[in-house]
């Protein structure tokens, strides 16, 4: 059986500044999206509709602005609004953990409508563009929540599960190490399904709405194996917060879907009509 290491969260001090494995991870996460974001600019259907390595670099300032702002206020609202009402100092004591990614969801979604403003592009060609530069930064999060010991899994109803691992801040019983498997099920492998699926221009919202749908999918499954942070009963069937919140992103994904494929010429960024360089090969006289 495997028992969590609970290694320091501070990774190294540099004098009076403590940096914390957390905010490592959060620095992988938007190395990784300019990182991506340079190799998904190099597909012909992406090329065609005029995206640059500057875009991404615009993009990212905005983005980290609604990851953290709407991270954090998402874990203030969503998950403990009552501790963090009693205790208001620790709203912004984001090195501690505690981000919301359903909140930081909708902090990007409106910083990307802001930036889409200034620069002219539309908001859903925005999403359907970032959609598969967000996984690997989610899956480097949950790493954050493992180092951080946070996150528990339930109590495994098979201790000779091999991976089944003791939490010692928690107690003595064998857990599920949930920030693992949501790691590697929302974030890696719904980043290869949907880096797969983007490859291929695609109508506008579809990978928006396939990335929606695939998450609220992996979220709610993943979520049957961590300690909710509360419950809520709907109908007689009790579900966890996590699992409340990802519902709409599953139904939002659906509508997406529905609405891109009823209008299949209306690709992503190019318009009307899908980009005809990246389809043929060849420029449009």
């Known amino acids: 059986m495997l028992i969590h290491p609970l290694p320091d969260p501070i990774a190294f001090s540099l004098g009076p500044l403590h940096v914390r494995w957390y905010g490592l991870m959060y620095l992988l996460a938007f190395i990784q999206f300019i990182w991506v974001g340079r190799i998904r600019i190099k597909q012909p259907h992406i090329a065609a509709a005029g995206w640059k390595k500057e875009d991404i670099d615009d993009m990212l300032f905005y983005g980290v602005l609604g990851v953290v702002i709407g991270g954090r ?3 203030v609202f969503f998950y403990d609004p009552a501790y963090y009402f009693s205790h208001p100092a620790e709203i912004i004591a984001v090195w501690k953990g505690g981000m919301s990614f ?5 902090g990007v979604m409106i910083a990307m409508a802001w930036w889409g403003r200034k ?17 690997l930064g989610y899956a480097a999060g949950r790493l954050g929540n493992f180092i951080n010991g946070e996150l528990p899994g339930r109590v ?15 107690d003595s019983l064998p857990r599920h190490p949930s920030p693992i498997y949501q790691m590697l099920v929302d974030g890696i492998l719904l980043f290869i399904i949907l880096w ?55 139904v939002l994904g659906i509508v997406l879907l529905i609405i891109a494929y009823r209008n299949p010429r209306r690709y992503a960024g190019a318009g009307d009509a899908p980009p005809a360089k990246a389809l043929t090969g060849k420029s449009t006289p």
Request: net charge positive.
């Open 102 to 106: 359903h909140g930081g969801f909708i």
């Open 156 to 170: 495994v109803s098979d201790p000779s599960l091999p991976w089944a691992m003791i939490w010692p801040n928690v």
């Open 73 to 75: 206020l998402g874990q």
């Open 119 to 135: 620069s002219g592009r539309k908001l859903m060609d925005i999403m359907d563009f970032i959609a598969p530069m967000v996984p």
């Open 196 to 250: 797969l699926f983007s490859r291929k221009p695609r109508p506008r919202m579809a990978v928006a709405g396939m990335f929606s749908l695939l998450y609220g999918c992996a979220r709610f499954f993943t979520e049957y194996f961590r300690v909710p942070d509360y419950n809520v009963t709907f109908g007689g069937i009790t579900i966890s917060a996590g699992q409340m919140l990802s519902a709409p992103m599953i």
